[in-house]
């Protein structure tokens, strides 16, 4: 059974980096499309970017120049850094795997449990 | 961007009774790469329907959804007390993927 795991600092203060890790545990990250989602309190989802098990990514146009997305396939591992932060970033922040095989795709069919980031001073 | 556009908002309904809830896309979901999911308050979003139309794995045949093009719809028949809960609606065909605002299904 594949699962993820958020992990990472609750609670960031305004103008600096929000990092977070996903691991990755039942199943191999070299494969599928890895994606982190949030949700501010009380709201809708948002998904904030993708990365492939070989690095490629994309991401949301409303936060690009602020978000960055690796992969460490020899961790399992996937992460998300999200620059000079204010308040309108504090939300649960989810991991999500993409299931893809053979050029087609099937959803977000496992996600991590969540993490609830803070901006605050 | 593809702006999807859920309704109702909110709806509320008896156990037992049946739910439709829509999911209108700005333009065409191509290879309809649309997805239905669940989410209980405090929990992650749980994927029920994948393709417009396939259930995902463990998903009760109670849910059901259909659609092309533009215009989709998740039916729950029979509805349970474990059923009440948020439901959205994304497109993952072209990035950025988007979510619908999410249908509250909401006990009467």
């Known amino acids: 059974q594949v699962q993820l795991q958020e992990s990472g600092p609750g609670l960031v203060k305004p103008s600096e980096t929000l990092s977070l890790a996903c691991t990755v545990s039942g199943g191999s990250i070299s494969s599928h499309y890895w994606s982190w989602v949030r949700q501010p309190p009380g709201k809708g989802l948002e998904w904030i970017g993708y990365v492939s098990y070989s690095g490629a990514t994309n991401r949301n146009p409303s936060l690009k120049s602020r978000v960055t997305i690796s992969v460490d396939t020899s961790k399992n591992q996937f992460s998300l850094n999200l620059s000079s932060v204010t308040a309108a970033d504090t939300a649960v922040y989810y991991c999500?795997?993409?299931?893809?095989?053979?050029?087609?795709?099937?959803?977000?069919?496992?996600w991590g449990q969540g993490t609830l980031v803070t901006v605050s001073s | 961007e593809i702006v999807l556009t859920q309704s109702p908002g909110t709806l509320s309904l008896s156990p037992g009774e049946g739910a439709t809830l829509s999911c209108r896309a700005s333009q065409s979901v191509t290879y309809n790469y649309l997805a239905w999911y669940q989410q209980i308050p405090g929990q992650a979003p749980r994927l029920l329907i994948y393709g417009a139309s396939s259930r995902a794995t463990g998903i009760s045949d109670r849910f059901n959804g259909s659609g092309s093009g533009t215009d989709f719809t998740l039916t729950i028949s029979r509805l349970e007390p474990a059923d009440f809960a948020v439901y959205y609606c994304q497109q993952y065909v072209s990035t950025p993927y988007t979510f619908g605002q999410g249908t509250n299904l909401e006990i009467k």
């Open positions: 999500a795997r993409e299931r893809c095989r053979a050029g087609d795709c099937y959803g977000f069919d496992y």
